[in-house]
């Protein structure tokens, strides 16, 4: 059975940094391309950040970009996010979302809940 | 970047009701359209790939279409465990963009 656990959330002050881990399982995830998605509280799904399989290639929203890193280690079945220079508007539940194939996401983690506020 | 753009933005059908959802892209995608549902309180779930094809264990009252821009989800009989936001996804290439979601509800 696929499972994807993110951990990493919580609380951060504007400016602050978090970095979220997702870990894999069920699956081979060295195969795999991996994407990060959020969604704000009561609002709907946005893209974040994808990684291909080899990380060979990475590619960021623009609300994100030069803030965000994305990051794997096969080795260990992780998938990463590093969050630097928080906003408020980065609260949201962020999700690890597997890949399939030409990239649609097939396997979603339950997420884990990122609060920027002073 | 290519836009996405779903309507309705909600919308309130009976049980058994035939639904659509439609999901228009600002520029041709081919065919790299995936739709998803998420429940109130629940993850999203993959329901069709491909514009076209349903994810295994989805039931086959769902299904999709399109080509290009315009893309549509239909529902053949609405049922009750059906309440949910849909949200479509251009998946190839980035930015990898969500719709702005659809609100079904049961009238």
């Known amino acids: 059975e696929v499972q994807l656990v993110e951990s990493g959330g919580g609380l951060v002050k504007p400016g602050g940094s978090l970095r979220l881990s997702c870990a894999a399982s069920?699956?081979?995830?060295?195969?795999?391309?991996m994407d990060w998605v959020r969604q704000a509280p009561g609002k709907g799904l946005e893209w974040v950040s994808f990684i291909t399989s080899s990380s060979t290639y990475k590619f960021y929203a623009d609300s994100v970009k030069g803030r965000f890193t994305i990051s794997r280690d096969d080795a260990n079945n992780l998938l990463f996010l590093q969050m630097n220079s928080l906003r408020a508007e980065d609260t949201a539940v962020y999700y690890c979302v597997r890949a399939r194939l030409s990239g649609y996401g097939d396997s979603w983690g339950q997420g884990t809940l990122v609060t920027v506020s002073s | 970047d290519i836009q996405m753009t779903q309507s309705p933005s909600s919308l309130s059908a009976s049980v058994g009701d035939r639904v659509t959802i439609t999901c228009r892209a600002s520029q041709g995608i081919n065919n790299y359209l995936a739709w998803y549902q998420q429940k109130p309180g629940k993850v999203p779930k993959l329901l069709i790939y491909a514009a076209s094809s349903l994810q295994s264990g989805v039931p086959s009252r769902f299904s999709g279409s399109g080509s290009g821009t315009d893309f549509t989800l239909t529902i053949s009989s609405l049922q009750p465990e059906d309440v949910a936001t849909y949200y479509c996804q251009k998946y190839h290439g980035a930015p990898r963009t969500f719709g702005q979601g659809t609100k079904l509800e049961i009238k």
């Open positions: 069920g699956f081979t995830f060295s195969s795999y391309a």
